[in-house]
């Protein structure tokens, strides 16, 4: 709470800081992707495909957290692009499971190196500890979220 007892105080508060903290990374990594031509949904979205072959539209919009309408819309434009296919007729059900293709894993090792330096300048301020340690606490407040412990 703030010091009049009203609101949060965003000096303090760790869920302000935790959005600042994503929103600097993700501005970083719109910096060091753009000039790939690449957003971080686009990044995302093809790291996914790397992982996890075959993904649905829904899957990987949840994946990216973006609406399933906007995945549909960026899998055109991968699959327009040469950077994913996709069937013509789904396998089963409607399903269309997406695919890099070569040039799409091409592309994604670039936009993994440049990510991956982001991710380096972010944690270089602290030991594997303290990393590790953070790790875990993010991991916590993901999961008492997810399991809707509001803490009250």
């Known amino acids: 709470m703030s010091q009049d007892g009203a609101g949060v105080d965003l000096e ?9 903290a994503s929103s600097a990374l993700r501005s970083a ?18 790291e996914l495909l790397a992982q996890r072959p ?10 990216t957290f973006v609406t399933r309408q906007t995945m549909n819309v960026l899998l055109q434009a991968l699959e327009r692009d040469g950077y994913v296919t996709r069937p013509a007729e789904a396998p089963f059900g409607k399903v269309l499971p997406a695919e890099l293709t070569p040039s799409g894993r091409r592309s994604l090792e670039k ?20 990393q590790s340690g953070a790790f875990r606490i993010l991991q916590s407040m993901v999961r008492s979220l997810r399991d809707g412990n509001d803490g009250v």
């Open 29 to 46: 990594m719109e910096g060091v992707l753009r000039p790939l031509g690449m957003s971080v949904t686009h990044y995302s979205c093809l």
């Open 54 to 63: 075959g993904l649905s539209n829904s899957e990987l919009a949840r994946g």
């Open 111 to 130: 936009a993994t190196a440049a990510v991956r330096s982001v991710e380096v300048r972010m944690l270089a301020g602290m030991t594997e500890a303290e």
């Open 12 to 20: 303090t508060s760790l869920g302000y800081l935790l959005k600042e």
